[in-house]
């Protein structure tokens, strides 16, 4: 069974940093682009950031500069650096890979960025 584990998320003020993990399971890690999601309420899950499986990376326009995706093959884990967070940056975080043509999701870590 595939197993998607996030961490990391909390309460910060403006201009503080997180550093959010998600370690993986069940899956060869390896071979699959990784995503990083996130949710605000009443909005919609929109893509932050993606790996691919030779380290490529891509951000969302708006986190361009402040966060920072990577991935650690030996650990099964990825992770999400956010640095100058800001009230807007508030949201559910999740996790994601398609896998055998399927959307695989984490439970979310909460990040929270006060004014």
């Known amino acids: 069974q595939v197993y998607l584990v996030e961490s990391g998320g909390g309460s910060v003020q403006a201009g503080g940093s997180l550093r959010l993990s998600c370690r993986t399971s069940?899956?060869?890690?390896?071979?699959?682009?990784m995503n990083w999601y996130r949710q605000a309420a009443g909005k919609q899950r929109d893509l932050v950031a993606s790996?691919?499986?030779?380290?490529?990376?891509n951000y969302t326009d708006s986190v361009k500069g402040r966060f920072t995706i990577s991935r650690d093959n030996a650990r099964n884990t990825v992770y999400l650096q956010m640095n100058a967070l800001k009230p807007e940056d508030t949201a559910g975080y999740y996790c994601?890979?398609?896998?055998?043509?399927?959307?695989?999701w984490g439970r979310g870590t909460q990040v929270t960025v006060s004014s």
């Open positions: 994601h890979l398609t896998w055998r043509s399927s959307n695989l």
């Open positions: 069940g899956i060869n890690f390896k071979i699959h682009r």
């Open positions: 790996i691919s499986s030779d380290g490529s990376t």
